[in-house]
């Protein structure tokens, strides 16, 4: 039995991280992420895994983003009894993400179950409960950085840094085989060069098989110094406060959240920003904070050689509290999760101020395509949160300045030692554009543009020592595709355009001038419906999350 290489996510999308080798010894993921993004994509999510999970020997988990570890508690709800793998602060993570990740899920099924109780619909089960996410994190382990250890007979791994948050790692691995053992490297997600907080990324060592990231394959940015980003986030702060509303700034609670109030306590200490109330007001993002003070060795000083002061902030642990902040409508800056605006207290905090001119939103983090954040972004007039339609009117602000993923030109960089000896490079973790360019950005470099590969979702390759090298080929075995490129790829789906549809119809009927226009506006569209009914079929009794249909634009609730 050879080598191959399987490609369960992450592929033609920025989320679901999941790579499966198969080795003589046994089977290993590494990583095992939830999907986000358009509803169609995020079905996945609810389907059976690709592969048999008690089969699955071994997990090793680059870092603790959702997005690489979302799905892990429904892989040992599935069967898997192995060891994952992990550094040490992204298993002091991972004891806050999982199980909140489980209580977002009930959450939102029960919010929708009760929707579909008024719509007689079937009810849905969440992926899974806290309880079970609990219960996964008996199954994880310790690895130190830089030494390496075992997972797998046959199979030799070790963590290095990847700079991009607290913990995170990209993985070397040798796996047993003729006539010498395969070198494999998984990038994971890499930082930037001087991200706040974060080391620079090591250096990976020579191997046949690279896995690397290709989140801003296609963008190279320009490069802030920490005084120039404070000073960036500093005008924004003092131009949102000035324009006498509450800032509202979406965040991830893990590495975002703890960037924005360590860099708001620098500009506060250098008296750069008035002295605002600074609310943070997610829970989790509170005990995620603590980690990172537990971990502060593993941090990089400021150059004043301050080492994370994450201070002078007011923590909003009750829904109690969080509805005071509501209560607020000027001069204070709240920071919430979600990072991406598609679930947690954010989305309550955007329907009280997205409709206020004075109020701003500034983004300060990726926002996925098909996300309400990615909507709100790119200047939709209106939005559906919660069922109910909001009209923008705040100042809608982003900044460029606090990326966790490195971009083009670094990708090349930290990638260049390895290609006079590569064999293949796989790239994952990116959109089409930005892979493909980073796929032409390496063979500038040097490496053979027949020996980079853009797969997928499912794609296996088979590795075959040709040419002195190890190299990742194509299977002729293809599995049946869950999720066809167009979907995979599609910035929105039929929920999206439902969801505006119904905003402009809406639309529509106000800007006719009597009922009798109106009326035949909706005639119109009912005779479109009329003529579609003979091709409709029913839900039937006991449907799946897939036939039970959430249709509010950008939630994040179960379903397609």
């Not at 490069?223 to 509202?248: C, D, K, M, P, Y």
């Not at 829970?283 to 904070?289: K, Q, V």
């Given at each position: ?407 083009r030109d670094e990708l090349i960089a930290w990638a260049q030692g390895l290609l006079p000896t590569l064999g293949s490079a796989v790239l994952v973790h990116g959109e089409p554009d930005a892979a493909l360019e980073l796929a032409d950005g390496l063979a500038a470099a040097g490496l053979d543009r027949e020996r980079i590969s853009v797969p997928t979702l499912d794609q296996s390759f088979d590795l075959s020592f040709r040419d002195g090298r190890w190299q990742a080929e194509p299977s002729q075995a293809v599995a049946p595709p869950r999720l066809t490129r167009s979907q995979a790829t599609a910035p929105r789906d039929w929920h999206n355009d439902y969801a505006a549809a119904l905003l402009d119809l809406r639309e529509a009927l106000r800007g006719e001038n009597d009922d009798r226009k109106r009326q035949a506006l909706l005639d119109e569209v009912r005779r479109l419906i009329a003529s579609r009914s003979a091709g409709r079929r029913a839900v ?21």
């Open positions: 039995m050879g080598v191959s290489l399987h490609i369960h996510g992450a592929a033609g999308t920025v989320t679901g991280s999941c790579f499966r080798l198969t080795t003589p010894n046994g089977d290993l993921l590494v990583d095992c992420g939830l999907f986000q993004g358009p509803k169609s994509v995020r079905a996945l999510n609810y389907r059976s895994f690709p592969f048999d999970a008690p089969a699955i020997g071994a997990v090793l988990l680059t870092h603790a983003h959702i997005d690489h570890t979302g799905l892990f508690p429904k892989l040992a709800l599935a069967g898997f009894r192995g060891k994952a793998w992990t550094t040490e602060p992204s298993r002091a993570l991972l004891e806050w993400l999982l199980p909140d990740a489980g209580a977002i899920q009930e959450v939102e099924v029960e919010r929708l179950n009760r929707r579909n109780s008024r719509r007689g619909e079937p009810h849905v089960a969440p992926i899974y409960a806290r309880v079970d996410a609990e219960a996964s994190l008996a199954l994880l382990h310790v690895a130190r950085y830089d030494k390496w250890f075992e997972p797998l007979k046959g199979v030799r791994a070790r963590l290095r840094n990847a700079g991009h948050i607290l913990g995170s790692a990209f993985i070397e691995m040798e796996i047993d085989a003729g006539p010498r053992p395969v070198l494999l490297v998984f990038s994971g997600d890499l930082g930037p060069r001087e991200k706040a907080l974060q080391l620079d990324p090591s250096t990976p060592n020579d191997c046949d098989i690279l896995l690397l990231e290709s989140t801003y394959g296609n963008r190279p940015r320009r490069h802030l110094t920490a005084a120039e980003r404070r000073a960036l986030l500093g005008r924004e702060l003092t131009a949102g406060l000035t324009a006498g509303g509450n800032i509202i700034i979406p965040v991830f609670a893990v590495e975002r959240t703890q960037e924005i109030l360590d860099d708001i306590a620098a500009l506060k200490r250098e008296g750069l920003v008035a002295a605002a109330p600074v609310f943070l007001d997610s829970p989790l993002a509170g005990r995620i904070t603590e980690v990172f003070r537990r971990h502060q060795a593993s941090l990089e000083p400021a150059a004043d050689g301050t080492v994370f002061d994450a201070t002078g902030f007011r923590l909003t642990e009750t829904v109690e509290q969080s509805k005071a902040i509501g209560r607020i409508h000027g001069g204070a800056i709240i920071l919430a999760g979600s990072g991406m605006c598609d679930a947690g207290r954010v989305k309550h905090h955007l329907m009280n101020h997205l409709w206020r001119p004075d109020s701003t939103v500034l983004f300060v983090g990726y926002q996925a395509p098909g996300t309400l954040g990615a909507f709100i972004r790119d200047g939709t007039p209106r939005v559906r949160i919660h069922g109910e339609e909001v009209n923008v009117k705040a100042r809608i602000r982003s900044i460029d300045a606090y990326s966790g993923h490195a971009d039937p009794p006991g449907g799946s999350a897939a036939q039970s249909l959430d249709l509010g634009q950008g939630s994040p609730a179960p379903g397609p």
